[in-house]
């Protein structure tokens, strides 16, 4: 069975982009590779020390969540 000239430009679009992740994936050093998987976690720790800022009663619990999110501020800054 014939396929429809939609579902070919779907694949066409699909094959593009896997060749530009390739290609881009190819093009990075595993230094820099490491740097932004770094660079994601200490993000992704950072939007949990900003909820749990915002959800925190306590002063003093406030006060060192705001101490780590300088930490890691600073952390994403050196890279």
């Known amino acids: 069975m014939a396929r429809g000239w939609e579902s070919k430009a779907v694949e066409d679009q699909i094959a593009a982009a896997e060749e530009r ?3 881009q ?3 990075r050093t595993p230094e820099e ?3 932004e ?6 993000l992704l720790s950072r939007t949990k020390i ?3 800022i915002e959800n925190a009663r306590d002063d003093r619990y406030r006060d060192s969540l705001q101490k780590a999110l ?3 501020d600073a952390q994403i800054a050196n890279l």
């Open 50 to 52: 900003v909820r749990d």
């Open 21 to 23: 992740k390739g290609a």
């Open 37 to 42: 998987s770094r660079r994601q976690g200490l």
């Open 33 to 35: 590779v490491e740097r």
């Open 70 to 72: 300088d930490f890691i």
């Open 25 to 27: 994936a190819r093009a």
